[in-house]
């Protein structure tokens, strides 16, 4: 653009040479406008990024340099610039500015400095141009995504908000609410999951079989279909279809004897898919005497987030469900793909009630979770198991420095505000100290770090934190 440099630059470049080096490699084009002669200066570099013409031109008073701003953003500019040429030394705006060349909108942000005569008149403006274009573009998109998450925040709220009325007004203790809501919370939070790790574009109909199923009485339950996708709005429905059948399944139905056995299908059809939950082996099934809020769930809500239809069969033979969707329900394949859940990541999360109170009496737990009210639910639920619990540790810090303590076993918040707790998995695996993850991350194909390490996915449920640490300590 300016040549090559001279034997003598190569050696020492100049002060014009450095200016230059420095305004290249910053991305800006500079201009000088003569006010006294009313001459406009446009540099290689300014003409590059505007498309207007390089060289000297008739300033026209100023005009030149608007002759291709963008008319909405023109008043603001000229504001700037008239009120820095009346009393200040420099002003600065960003404006649209239409390359008279080929039509394109740039992003501009300009910066002037005012040179004054001795008398105070303006005689020169010196300044610069950067296509900001990009910035703009990055910073529109991160203002859509944060409105976006906001809005889906708000939204599993209200969710989540009416799961617990609906759950509360179908139940009759305090123990079987619990049950039933973290239950359907766990649901929800693990088809949220395969939703992020795809970017939010979709989940798959067969990870979230194996979310629900992937450890629900080994060797009894299978699922199997084509590749398909849903929306995250379809995805949501059917994780809260499967959990609420796999829950029945398990205290009432086929999965709740040794010989009975779940099988799924699905398929794509013209208008959309469907798909059937069949159990059979079991004991002998007759209709329910009244309707629970899980039948409610599946021929109402799922039926309709489906945009279909859902029909319930209480044959003596077993529960048969078929799930009827439209083509919305149906999203394309993500360019990302989670990893399907792996049976080690889904066996603590499984429906199935805790048959035995754990026996944690004497063992010392080392909790490192850095939310308080989780680490207190935690310190709560392992001590009441008998557990001496150490910690809780809410920094990463403050848990390397309890690790010269006796620990039996540990549970372990993947990311401790922003770090991980890698270093303290290492440490106890040096020591043979078992350990598990409770973790919000989804990483579906396995534990945080690589680690050899079962993990509960938040939200969970501190009986099962208990039954699994003892789990930990049971010889194999």
């Given at each position: 653009m300016y040549g090559r440099m001279t034997r003598q630059e190569v050696g020492r470049p100049t002060d014009r040479r450095r200016l230059e080096l420095a305004l290249e490699a910053a991305g800006l084009g500079e201009f000088e406008w003569d006010i006294e002669r009313d001459r406009l200066a446009v540099s290689e570099r300014m003409a590059a990024i505007t498309g207007l013409a390089a060289g000297e031109h008739a300033?026209?008073?100023?005009?030149?340099?608007?002759?291709?701003?963008?008319?909405?953003?023109?008043?603001a500019l000229r504001q700037s610039r008239e009120r820095a040429l009346a009393a200040g030394d420099r002003f600065e705006a960003v404006f649209r500015h239409v390359r008279p060349d080929d039509g394109a909108i740039v992003c501009v942000r300009t910066t002037g400095i005012v040179v004054r005569a001795p008398d105070g008149r303006p005689v020169r403006v010196t300044g610069v141009v950067q296509d900001i274009t990009g910035h703009e573009l990055e910073e529109e998109r991160r203002t859509s995504l944060m409105a976006e998450l906001d809005h889906r925040v708000k939204n599993v709220l209200a969710a989540v908000q009416a799961l617990a009325y609906q759950t509360a007004r179908q139940t009759t203790s305090?123990?079987?609410?619990?049950?039933?809501?973290?239950?359907?919370?766990?649901?929800?939070?693990?088809a949220n999951e395969l939703l992020t790790a795809a970017r939010w574009r979709g989940a798959a109909v067969d990870h979230l079989a194996a979310a629900e199923l992937g450890a629900i009485a080994p060797g009894q339950t299978s699922w199997r279909g084509p590749e398909l996708f849903l929306t995250p709005r379809a995805a949501n429905a059917?994780?809260?279809?499967?959990?609420?059948?796999?829950?029945?399944?398990?205290?009432?139905?086929?999965?709740?004897?040794?010989?009975?056995?779940?099988?799924v299908r699905w398929r794509r059809v013209s208008e959309g898919f469907e798909l059937d939950w069949a159990e059979t082996g079991g004991p002998r099934v007759a209709p329910p005497a009244t309707r629970?809020?899980?039948?409610?769930?599946?021929e109402q809500v799922t039926g309709r987030e489906l945009n279909g239809q859902a029909e319930i069969q209480y044959r003596p033979s077993g529960?048969?469900?078929?799930?009827?969707a439209g083509a919305g329900a149906i999203a394309p394949r993500p360019e990302t793909v989670p990893e399907a859940p792996s049976a080690r990541v889904t066996e603590l999360v499984s429906p199935r009630p805790v048959n035995r109170p754990s026996n944690l009496k004497g063992a010392r737990v080392l909790i490192v979770e850095d939310a308080v009210l989780l680490a207190l639910e935690l310190e709560t639920g392992l001590s009441e198991a008998g557990a001496q619990v150490i910690g809780p540790?809410?920094?990463l810090e403050e848990a390397m420095g309890l690790l010269?303590?006796?620990?039996?076993?540990?549970?372990?918040?993947?990311?401790?505000?922003?770090?991980?707790?890698?270093?303290?998995?290492?440490?106890l695996t040096a020591r043979r100290v078992p350990f598990l993850f409770a973790t919000g991350y989804g990483e579906t194909g396995g534990a945080p770090g690589g680690f050899d390490a079962p993990v509960i996915r938040k939200p969970?449920?501190?009986?099962?934190?208990?039954?699994?640490?003892?789990?930990?300590?049971?010889?194999?």
């Open positions: 300033a026209e008073g100023g005009r030149a340099l608007e002759c291709a701003v963008h008319p909405d953003d023109l008043p305090l123990d079987v609410f619990l049950q039933n809501f973290a239950g359907r919370l766990k649901a929800m939070a693990s059917l994780a809260l279809a499967f959990h609420e059948l796999a829950a029945n399944a398990v205290k009432f139905g086929a999965l709740s004897m040794d010989s009975g056995r779940v099988d629970g809020f899980g039948s409610t769930l599946l529960v048969r469900v078929r799930l009827r540790a809410y920094e010269d303590r006796p620990i039996d076993a540990a549970v372990l918040d993947a990311n401790l505000n922003g770090r991980s707790v890698a270093p303290v998995a290492e440490a969970y449920d501190v009986t099962q934190v208990a039954v699994a640490v003892a789990e930990l300590l049971t010889p194999a």
